[in-house]
């Protein structure tokens, strides 16, 4: 099964807004969420999910290392590994491979888990490896229902481990409701 993460902004207008779209991604079965150090501490946005969180992995999309001093990161890296119990990814460019991002969830001597290819269609993963690591294919949020649940089948058929997109308000409904005709939720909610 493809798996969907969710890459969050990187500026909070309403910290309660902030957090309730968190814990309402993780309910709706997002196996990621995604932010970048680019807005506010991402280390501290990551330190208040993983206190309102139990399953969904949290990541951090670092944009330089240089900015994050290896003994630093390190250590923070550690804590919030301990704070959210395991789920913590960190991701860095990938100067091999343009577009790529290599992500690891343990220490700088670990290799990496993972690759995030920034793609526009699931062809462009034929040169995914095909190992062990996990394949992300970073997305645009289709225009409908239906075009979502025929890039899910493409990215899946095409080897991916999951999908990620940016936050915007259709992205909760299309995870609640990812077929086109499924709408028991309007059933179940107007009787």
Known sequence: MLHVAVRLPATIDDVGEYLADVTALEAAGA????VDDTGLEPWVLLGAMAGITQRVRLGCMLTSTGTWPS???ESTVTTLQKLSRGRLMVGVSSPGQAGSKVFATGSKKEPPDGLIFEVESADQLSGAPDSHIEVWAAIAV????????????????????????????????????????DRTDLLISTG
């Open 142 to 181: 289709p225009p409908d229902r239906a075009g979502w649940a025929e890039a899910l089948t493409a990215y899946e058929a095409a080897g991916a481990t999951g999908v990620i997109v940016s936050w915007n308000a259709r992205v909760l409904d299309l995870l609640r409701n990812p077929e086109p005709d």
């Open 71 to 73: 003994e630093t990161l």
């Open 31 to 34: 196996a990621a969420i995604w």
